[in-house]
Nanobody, 125 residues
């Protein structure tokens, strides 16, 4: 079965950057759209970004457009999320999720069947 493991989270000051990785095992990612979700304390989980299985379509939440960049390398079975110009509102647990042949025209969590355990991102001065 497809297994996802996130890494790269940590504590960063406002305006700083982080690079999150989502490494897949068990199956290859070339048939899966992959999304990043986040959940801040006291808030519901929200979609952040998504990249289609071939990387030809990407989708970003309005709150992160221009600051976050999603990318993938199917040969490495890995998806990344580059977080730049971070603010305290970006704090939360970030999860990657994979959906079989997901086109990434939506960021509804129920359409993603495989989830990682999450990695903590904290933005604080």
């Amino acid at each position: 079965q497809l297994q996802l493991v996130e890494s790269g989270g940590g504590l960063v000051r406002p305006g700083g950057s982080l690079s999150l990785s989502c490494a897949a095992s068990g199956l290859t990612l070339d048939n899966y759209g992959v999304a990043w979700f986040r959940q801040a304390p006291g808030k519901e989980r929200e979609g952040v970004s998504c990249i289609s299985r071939r990387g030809d379509n990407t989708n970003y939440a309005d709150s992160v457009k221009g600051r976050f960049t999603i990318s993938r390398d199917n040969a490495k079975n890995t998806v990344w999320l580059q977080l730049d110009s971070l603010t305290p509102e970006d704090t939360g647990v970030y999860y990657c999720a994979a959906g079989y042949r997901h086109t990434c025209y939506s960021l509804v969590s129920g359409y993603f069947g495989s989830w990682g355990q999450g990695t903590q991102v904290a933005v604080s001065s």
